[in-house]
T-cell receptor, first 115, second 111 residues
């Protein structure tokens, strides 16, 4: 079974703090993704990575950065947390596409509250 | 902007009935389609994937794809209260295995 884990289930941070969210997958997947999910807006892609040290912006990258130093680990960084970054953050991974898009497998999510 | 549209619901069905969930998408070249189930406070989990026109059945679930009309649907037969969740439609988009997700349809199955 694919297993994707995230470092925290719940986090409370203050405005202006630097926040690190970590994601680890154990299936040797090439692709990793970070989404945020807000009521009524669905999942929105923040950043993704298709290889070690490679990253691409998603639809809403502003205020975020990412790091992928090892294949199994993908970190999301909020450089200076703001209240509008309060959300559920979901990490996902997938194998390399063989023509069709492959299934993405999700971690349990991190619910972040920025005060 | 590529879009995936779903009715937000709630869709309320009695136990034992068929629940029908629909999704339309804007990108004509999409080739991969997924249905995820998400319980409240949990992360999405895959129910089914479908790549070809027609029906695909897995237990009580049937996914239907019509690329000409750009819609994909999910039928749940013999609905159970445990099926009460939000169902997300996801559509493949471009390279790097990216998916575009709909906002989800909330299904409520009442005894």
């Amino acid at each position: 079974d694919v297993k994707v884990t995230q470092s925290s289930r719940y986090l409370v941070k203050r405005t202006g703090e630097k926040v690190f969210l970590e994601c680890v997958q154990d299936m040797d997947h090439e692709n990793m993704f970070w989404y945020r999910q807000d009521p009524g807006l669905g999942l929105r892609l923040i950043y993704f990575s298709y290889d070690v040290k490679m990253k691409e912006k998603g639809d809403i990258p502003e205020g975020y950065s990412v790091s992928r130093e090892k294949k199994e680990r993908f970190s999301l960084i909020l450089e200076s947390a703001s209240t509008n970054q309060t959300s559920m953050y979901l990490c996902a991974s997938s194998t390399l596409s063989q023509g069709f898009q492959e299934t993405q497998y999700f971690g349990p999510g991190t619910r972040l509250l920025v005060l | 902007q590529k879009e995936v549209e779903q009715n937000s619901g709630p869709l309320s069905v009695p136990e034992g009935a068929i629940a029908s969930l629909n999704c339309t998408y804007s990108d004509r070249v999409s080739q991969s389609f997924f249905w995820y189930r998400q319980y409240s406070g949990k992360s999405p989990e895959l129910i089914m994937s479908i790549y070809s026109n027609g029906d695909k059945e897995d237990g009580r679930f049937t996914a239907q794809l019509n690329k000409a009309s750009q819609y994909v649907s999910l039928l749940i037969r013999d609905s159970q209260p445990s099926d009460s969740a939000t169902y997300l439609c996801a559509v493949g988009s471009g390279g790097y295995n990216k998916l575009i997700f709909g906002a989800g349809t909330r299904l409520a199955v009442h005894p």
